[in-house]
């Protein structure tokens, strides 16, 4: 099958940045691919992608432009003639379900999100007869697009979207002489619960008896100037690092990860912080939870800056625990979400996919 995949943005972050692993398995089960995205916003995913070998075309508009990205998509799937639209993310799924009604190509629609904004959801639950198949990329996301958009066992599946690799390097125990190093990765929204963090920071700076820590947030986005203010105001030990084009890197240097989130699908950046073994503490968001125990992490509740500081203080009271715990959360991803599991459920969804076009 020559497949076009088709995405909402290029940006660094999300959806984008697993395209290189999902489309690698299609094409070593014989299909050829072509991504397509409907907006460029930072371009950050594009370079994974080329160096992956894959053919990138990138739309030059809004987020909000529809209609032009509907025209333009419907020229691009003409000219490339695929057999099949592979879609990610609302705003590529509802369009690329148009376009596959006016080509009377097959529709393929990922979901990524365990909290679908009510509109989205009325959206989509109208359209869900447009897609063959639907493909939730966790637990968490199956749950709820099965919820949201009543569909039956037959029309819904799950590939999980890591694919976890024990090449990732693993962190390196902190010193004793050294602050506790503690760093969050991810773009500087108001989802990611960063202002959450903050004050979970001055409510930390109260509780007496701890080692010395520092934090690091390794993202850019739309809050920094209100995060920086934050962080000048109560005088925080969190640094903003800005954009990491290296997050491996970035996560080995850490001994605690936080991921304060109001709502997550899999995120892919605490998995990975598992893997490369550090301890995670994060929100009960998304597929978090189910991932995350007492033995590699903590859950708190989002929004609770209270509970998050007084997890952060029971971590930073065990020091001499934290490589022990990152080696249990790497040990847990790399059993969840193995490379070997993840290839092969890729080619049976598309065995499936070639049995029934």
């Known amino acids: 099958m020559k497949i076009a995949y088709v995405i909402n943005s290029v940006e660094g972050g999300g959806a984008a940045l697993p395209v290189p692993a999902i489309t690698q398995v299609m094409r070593e089960n014989g299909h050829e691919v072509i991504v397509l995205a ?3 916003r930072d371009g950050r995913a594009i370079k994974p992608m080329l160096q992956a070998g894959l053919t990138v075309h990138v739309r030059e508009g809004s ?3 529809h ?5 333009w998509l419907n020229r691009e799937i003409g000219e490339q003639k695929p057999d099949l639209i592979w879609t990610s993310l609302t705003r590529a799924t509802l369009l690329g379900q148009l376009v596959g009604l006016r080509r009377r190509l097959p529709v393929v629609s990922w979901q990524h999100s365990a909290r679908l904004k009510p ?30 958009l009543g569909l039956s066992g037959d029309k819904l599946t799950c590939w999980p979207i890591f694919r976890a690799s ?14 506790i190093r503690i760093g969050s990765l991810g773009r500087l929204h108001p989802v990611k619960g960063y202002d959450t963090l ?7 700076g109260k509780i007496a008896n701890l080692p010395g820590y520092e934090f690091h947030i390794a993202g850019e986005g739309e809050e920094r100037d209100r995060l920086a203010a934050l962080i000048a105001r109560d005088k925080l030990p969190i640094v903003l690092d800005g954009y990491n084009a290296e997050p491996r890197q970035f996560l080995s240097t850490l001994q605690i990860y936080v991921q304060p989130s109001h709502w997550e699908g899999l995120c892919l950046a605490a998995h990975e912080a598992l893997l490369c073994g550090v301890p995670v503490i994060a929100s009960e968001a998304g597929e978090l939870p189910h991932t995350i125990t007492e033995a590699c992490g903590r859950i708190v509740p989002p929004k609770d800056p209270e509970a998050l500081a007084l997890a952060l203080a029971d971590l930073l009271r065990q020091p001499e625990r934290l490589a022990t715990m990152g080696q249990i959360g790497r040990n847990r991803v790399l059993s969840r979400f193995d490379a070997a599991s993840f290839d092969r459920r890729g080619a049976e969804i598309l065995a499936r996919l070639e049995r029934t076009l």
Not at 67 to 71: E, G, N
Request: proline residues 5%; glycine residues 2%.
């Open 119 to 148: 509109a989205n959801a009325r959206l989509l639950r109208l359209m869900r007869s447009l897609s063959k198949l639907w493909i939730a990329d966790s637990t968490c996301v199956e749950q709820e697009t099965e919820r949201k």
């Open 38 to 40: 409907l907006t460029r």
């Open 63 to 65: 987020k909000t432009d």
């Open 198 to 204: 903050c004050e979970a920071v001055r409510l930390l």
């Open 166 to 179: 024990d090449s990732f390097p693993v962190a390196v125990p902190g010193s004793e002489a050294a602050p």
């Open 67 to 71: 209609l032009a990205a509907l025209l």
